[in-house]
């Protein structure tokens, strides 16, 4: 998301984000280098990608569409690529129902695709997850046996320990926040309501061992932007303040601090340090950046009405930065510093420390893939030129790893000129390229996606 502020009114609809007209399969992928043969299971990458003749007003809002790649014991055997079907795609169903009441399977899911509990999930955060099947055709929407009667963010984390999904859905009616648990089978065995000032755009949470992290920040839902119909009914609002909570996993209220105004779109990891303090890594966007980059993807421009004395800044370039908040909660103090000044976006780690310590981060810059070491506070990057665009790198660990950085990340990386794509497997270590695979077609830049191994036989 860092890199779309140079731009035409559509640049969500142009070059390597513009949107592909249909669904193909194609066998037998060429590969370049040797891909890791215990690499096995499917890369599923989520993203909009609106129906032709239908463009959406806003990147988050076009119709959801996931894109396949299944390696198996050193080969790439197919790619395919599905647009979720859900009734919004399928039959035009209406968010807004006539009698103002929201239907929650009515949503693009076009954000993230997880697997929990032998379910993979297409996610949008204003809505039901939608259940695939491991080659991409549509279930259907999921609600838990009618447990979940709103959104699920499509940033769950799934804990590394107990193996259970944490997740929360953000309401623009009361109740404005739920965090909800799945089970590590897949059952939703709590839901509880958590007290916010009003409704806002919470796209990420983080998790530690003990607690939940809620990032209650500065960008809220719009009535007077939502009748106007078809945008993007969230803005910036300098009054509404930036506040990180800490919430006791085991139950009992969150505590706020609040923080240096901005927005947060993505968490890296988070953690309790040998103090006890809650240490949260994320990609922040100060003010002028936000407001900067929302119009440059649909979001109302800065200087309207409608956007509540949003800061304006002609040096902003719209771009975000790793920042790290730590949050003590024996004092109530909250220690602020950046991590790496280079503009980046899509940050990853490896899931199996989620909610625990972490030496590791990686991220994507406009035409490189860069790994944070912030043990050292040093950053290294595979620079991929000016002429590609990586996408979200995901790291896959090795079987057996000890090191932290042992194993793989998968990106998808494209050509800005919009002629091709490649899935692009490097060695975390060193950021050198173990293997590529050509794909047979443009693959749109889009949002997030997972590795999904093959159950162990
Ligand atoms: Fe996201």
């Known amino acids: 998301m860092s890199q779309s502020n140079e731009t035409s009114p559509s640049a969500w609809l142009d070059g390597h984000l513009a949107p592909v007209p249909d669904e193909i399969d194609a066998a037998g992928l060429p590969v370049e280098g040797a891909l890791p043969p215990e690499l096995t299971g499917r890369y599923f ?27 198996r014991d050193g080969r790439a055997e197919w790619y395919r690529n599905r647009w979720v079907r859900t009734t919004e795609l399928t039959d035009g169903a209406p968010f807004v129902r006539a009698d103002g009441s929201f239907d929650h399977a009515a949503v693009p899911a076009n954000t993230h695709v997880v697997p ?4 993979i999930l297409a996610l949008v955060e204003t809505g039901l997850p939608y259940e695939l099947t491991p080659e991409l055709d549509t279930v259907g929407p999921c609600d838990f046996g009618g447990l979940l009667t709103g959104g699920m963010t499509a940033h ?4 590394p320990v107990t193996g259970e999904l944490l997740f929360f859905g953000y309401g623009l009616v009361p109740p404005y926040l739920t965090y909800h648990r799945l089970s590590a089978d897949g059952r939703l ?22 607690h939940v992290v809620w990032l209650d920040l500065p960008v809220v839902f719009d009535m007077a932007l939502a009748r106007r119909g078809g945008g993007m009914p969230f803005r910036w609002d300098d009054g509404y303040g930036a506040r990180l909570g800490v919430m006791p996993r085991a139950g009992g209220p969150a505590r706020w601090f609040e923080v240096d105004p901005c927005y947060v779109f993505h968490v890296g990891n988070a953690y309790e340090d040998d103090a006890g303090r809650v240490v949260v890594d994320g990609v922040r966007y100060r003010p002028e950046e936000f407001t900067a980059f929302w119009p440059s993807i649909g979001g109302p421009s ?28 024996a004092t109530g103090a909250v220690k602020e510093e950046p991590i790496d000044d280079r503009a980046v976006e899509f940050p990853t780690h490896d899931e199996t420390r989620t909610g625990r310590p972490h030496r590791y981060l990686y991220t994507v810059a406009r035409d490189a893939i860069v790994k944070h070491d912030l043990r050292s506070g040093s950053s290294a990057a595979l620079d991929l030129g000016a002429d590609l665009a990586p996408g979200e790198a995901v790291f896959v660990p090795a079987e057996g ?12 990386v494209s050509d800005r000129a919009g002629h091709g794509s ?14 590529s695979v050509r794909l047979p077609r443009r693959v749109p830049a889009g949002f997030h996606g997972s590795w999904i191994p093959d159950p162990a036989t």
């Open 156 to 159: 769950p984390k799934e804990d």
């Open 45 to 71: 990458r989520n993203g909009p990608n609106p129906l032709p003749g239908t463009p959406s007003a806003h990147w988050f809002t076009g119709a959801g569409m996931v894109h396949g790649v299944r390696l």
């Open 302 to 329: 800065a200087g309207t009405p409608a956007t509540g004395g949003a800061p304006v800044s002609a040096a902003a370039t719209g771009h975000a930065r790793l920042h790290r908040w730590t949050l003590d909660p």
């Open 116 to 119: 929990h509990a032998g379910r």
């Open 422 to 435: 490649e899935l692009l497997v490097l060695d975390a270590a060193d950021l050198s390229r173990t293997a």
């Open 189 to 210: 065995v709590e839901s509880r309501e958590v007290e916010v000032p009003g409704p806002t755009m919470m796209h990420d949470f983080a998790i530690t061992a003990n």
């Open 401 to 412: 790893a000890r090191a932290e950085d042992e194993g793989w990340l998968l990106s998808i």
